[in-house]
């Protein structure tokens, strides 16, 4: 039963062959036994799991369902939903209970989604390896001394281990592609602004968008129908008509462009990734893909230019945890200003500081033109890189990650090093593109391989099509670690 997609599950619902109670119970208990394991899930509410629970089954027997009614997910603690402790993996919100629902908590519960709990996350959702949580680390269900990446790496590992079928994440430089990629399973990140970031605990605003996190492209597709849609809470949310994701999952590949850029197939990239990407790639081929060589001459700078502004954006939006109004404040100060200083330096991680630190210095007067608008200007040549390449393919393809999976500690001394994992993933929110992971095999270790599909704006329905076609010709995505099958 927890093997099955969302698209099964709803079916057994829908065919009263099992209840949203029984599923939450069997999900919940997945989550007492195996959790300990691999701290996905920080925080539980059991009650009122239930509570939601039984509401969607009454739902269902009056005949008042949609295809997420009665499904579990867990929540990425970065959105805030209403009662419920939401901390971002920080010490900063160790306690704090959130007043209100994220709009995308708000819509995913309108669809009778049952909230089963929260998953731990890079601090603030700095990381590509979940390391950076308050909360101790995350591991692979596929290894457990290595990290499941990150920073939405609870709900990747919560997946993979069947703890839950599906999930959300954020995705600010990479954070749902590339811990799809290294547990094993799918994630989109949609176009920016198609979800609204209202109740979304902000990084990095001009990047950060939420996406869905799950086994299979369908059910991506199914999530995203419920996450998408204007808000006028977010002031870059988009007022577009609604669609539905799912529309185009039956088209066949025939006549589809690929377009393969030299700059992601370079040096860096471990060759068992390069392989799988390449079978994967072949695959397409033999269902009657065409495929065209592009580039983005730019793309080797996203991760600087990252770097420049994600910080930037990160210092302004945390100056709002400053001890007063709500979150972490030091016992014991002398002053005003001893205040902040103390309540910011234990409520922040090291990573979480540094950020700071380089945000601060780029906005500074006299940098400010040096970095912050340079990099802004190098921003638009990557999205007009992705532009000029749109126009001779229909979707990119490429690896998510240079690498699988890596051992815990061993990039955690080393920013550059633990910055260069999303190097393939940047460019596309730089570019406010919609990207997408998805399985495409295993190296020599059986440690999972990601292929990233990065399609036009708006083209989501196109890419989870490109995505399922491939999934109804392989079977990557139903593989799952045997120590958790049991
Ligand atoms: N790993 C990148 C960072 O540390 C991206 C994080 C994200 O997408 N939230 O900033």
Known sequence: MFQLSIADLSQCLARRECSSVELARLFLERIRTLNPGLNAVITLDEERTLAAAAAADRRIAAGESGPLTGIPILHK??????????????????????????????????????????????????????????????????????????????SASAVAARLAP????????????????????????????????????????????????????????????????????????????????????????????????????????????????EAAIAQYRALGAEIVEVSLPNMGLSIPVYYVLAPAEASSNLARFDGVRYGHRAAEYTDL????????????????????????????HGYYDAYYIKAQRVRRLIAADFAAAFER??????????????????????PVQMYLCDIYTIAVNLAGLPGLSIPAGFDAAGLPVGLQLIGDYFSEARLLNVAHQFQLASDWHVTMPSSFAA
């Not at 198609?194 to 299979?216: E, H, N, W």
């Not at 001893?338 to 500074?364: K, N, Q, W």
């Not at 393919?393 to 080393?414: H, K, N, Q």
């Open 337 to 364: 200003t001893d205040m902040y200083e103390r309540t910011r330096a234990e409520g922040f991680g090291a990573e979480v500081r540094r950020r700071i630190m380089i945000g601060t210095y780029v906005l500074s």
């Open 166 to 277: 599906c999930a959300t994440g954020t995705d600010t430089g990479g954070s749902i592609r590339q811990p799809a990629a290294l547990t094993g399973i799918c994630g989109l990140k949609p176009t920016y602004g198609v979800a609204s970031r209202y109740g979304m605990i902000a990084f990095a605003s001009s990047l950060d968008q939420a996406g869905p996190m799950a086994k299979t492209a369908q059910d991506l597709a199914l999530m995203l129908n419920a996450m998408a849609g204007f808000d006028a809470r977010d002031s870059t949310s988009l007022e577009r008509e609604p669609e539905d994701y799912t529309r185009e999952l039956t088209r066949p590949i025939k006549g589809l462009r690929i377009g393969l850029p030299k700059e992601f197939f370079a040096e860096g990239v471990q060759p068992a990734v390069t392989k799988a990407v």
């Open 77 to 154: 603690d970065i959105f805030l939903a209403k009662g419920w402790r939401t901390t971002c993996g920080s010490r900063m919100l160790e306690n704090f209970i959130a007043p209100y629902d994220a709009h995308v908590v708000e819509k995913l519960d309108a669809a009778g989604m049952v909230n089963l709990g929260k998953t731990n996350m890079d601090e603030f959702a700095m990381g590509s390896s979940n390391e950076t949580s308050w909360f101790g680390p995350v591991r692979n269900p596929w290894r457990l001394s290595a990290v499941p990446g990150g920073s939405s790496g609870g």
């Open 393 to 414: 393919c229909d979707v990119i393809m490429g690896p998510t990650s240079p690498t699988t999976a890596f051992e815990l500690g061993s990039r955690t001394d080393d």
